[in-house]
């Protein structure tokens, strides 16, 4: 992927591809002209994206057959559904984007996600990411700040059929603890460090997926938790928009 992100940013080179990377639903991106696309085109324009995505250096198969179950178009605004399968974020309201397709696939690939796993995910967004990971895990809890997008994602979540992921609306600083430890967290915006609740919260072994640093110095990072400690494996360079709440507080 190798791109940079203004919002929620994630960087990586060449700069053509920069803009493509954007992570969850943090960025703000001016709104669109409306289009409209034939249903039948959306099947066609997901393979299409799904085969980007594996030319691109995405290398775990189950989450890139999943990527191709998962209708994209539901989760952006109505008017932005012809540009669903693009690589770039959307504008999903409340001035947030969902993520890049290459930066959903990135982050769930790095997470390594089992079906045996409990995974936290911090910022729901539109609901895009929670959907992704749906069917390679046994459960996933998220938490949006937002409260008009935490409970808009809820609904499209049961709607479409996503029974083993439950919504939160809170800060994602202090975790979810009446349902850890988790075997994986996810991250979608930048804290200065990883919280420690998170950490707290992740089982010995666990991996955590996160951007974090300063403003103009992140990097996305694999943490895995050993003897109550976390490793830190730096795997790209990024900038995501700060973590909000608790975090900017502290």
């Known amino acids: 992927m190798l791109r940079l992100l203004g919002g929620l940013w994630a960087a990586v080179v060449p700069f053509a591809l920069v803009l493509a990377a954007l992570p969850t639903s943090?960025?703000?991106?001016?709104?669109?002209?409306?289009?409209?696309?034939?249903?039948?085109d959306f099947?066609?324009?997901?393979?299409?994206m799904v085969e980007r995505l594996r030319a691109e250096g995405i290398g775990d198969e189950k989450v890139l057959e999943v990527m191709l179950r998962v209708p994209r178009h539901e989760f952006v605004p109505a008017d932005q559904r012809a540009?669903?399968?693009?690589?770039?974020?959307?504008?999903?309201?409340?001035d947030q984007t969902i993520s890049a397709p290459y930066i959903v696939a990135f982050m769930t690939w790095k997470l390594a996600p089992k079906p045996t796993d409990s995974v936290l995910e911090v910022g729901t967004g539109s609901g895009y990411q929670a959907a992704v990971l749906s069917p390679l895990v046994k459960h996933v809890y998220t938490i949006e700040i937002v409260e008009s997008l935490g409970k808009s994602a809820e609904e499209r979540l049961k709607r479409l059929g996503y029974g083993n992921v439950t919504v939160r609306v809170g800060d994602g600083y202090q975790g979810w603890a009446?349902?850890?430890p988790f075997d994986k967290v996810i991250v979608t915006c930048a804290p200065t460090h990883p919280p420690q609740p998170l950490v707290d919260q992740l089982k010995e072994g666990g991996v955590m997926v996160i951007p974090f640093g300063e403003l103009w110095d992140q990097?996305?990072?694999?943490?895995?938790?050993?003897?109550g400690k976390v490793e830190q494996q730096s795997v790209l360079p990024v900038r995501f928009v700060p973590m909000t709440g608790e975090?900017?507080?502290r």
């Open 26 to 40: 943090c960025r703000r991106e001016p709104p669109r002209p409306a289009q409209t696309q034939p249903p039948d």
């Open 43 to 48: 099947a066609k324009a997901r393979q299409a």
């Open 83 to 94: 540009f669903a399968y693009d690589d770039e974020p959307l504008p999903i309201g409340e």
């Open 178 to 180: 009446e349902h850890a």
């Open 219 to 227: 990097n996305l990072y694999i943490l895995t938790k050993r003897a």
């Open 247 to 249: 975090a900017q507080r």
